[in-house]
């Protein structure tokens, strides 16, 4: 079927075999091509959810040490910085 989207092949090694044998399992009488398609899509989302929880705790971890150096620096060290660079 002509389509404009990507298309994969995937061979079906036993990697492949032992998953869409578990995918089988969950989502009996789908054939082992829209296994496939949906062992992506659940993995997909769980990826994105890992993605998502690392990020959140990135941002906790600065939001923790936020503003912790700015005793650092005393008032106007950027001004005077920036007043060494060429014009």
């Known amino acids: 079927m ?6 994969y092949q995937i061979t079906e ?10 995918a089988e399992k969950r989502w009996p009488g789908e054939t082992r091509a829209r296994l496939i398609v949906r062992l992506i899509a ?7 959810e ?3 929880l690392a990020m959140r705790h990135r941002l906790a971890a600065l ?3 936020a503003g ?3 005793e650092m620096y005393p ?4 001004g005077e910085l ?3 660079w060429p014009a």
């Not at 002509?2 to 298309?7: K, L």
């Not at 090694?13 to 578990?22: F, G, K, P, W």
């Not at 008032?75 to 950027?78: A, D, E, N, W």
């Open 42 to 48: 659940e993995s997909g989302a769980r990826v994105a």
């Open 50 to 52: 890992v993605n998502e």
């Open 75 to 78: 008032p106007g060290y950027l």
């Open 63 to 65: 939001d923790a040490i």
């Open 13 to 22: 090694t036993d990697e492949v075999s032992r998953a869409l044998d578990a």
């Open 68 to 70: 912790s150096f700015a």
């Open 82 to 84: 920036r007043a060494e």
């Open 2 to 7: 002509p389509t404009a989207r990507h298309r």
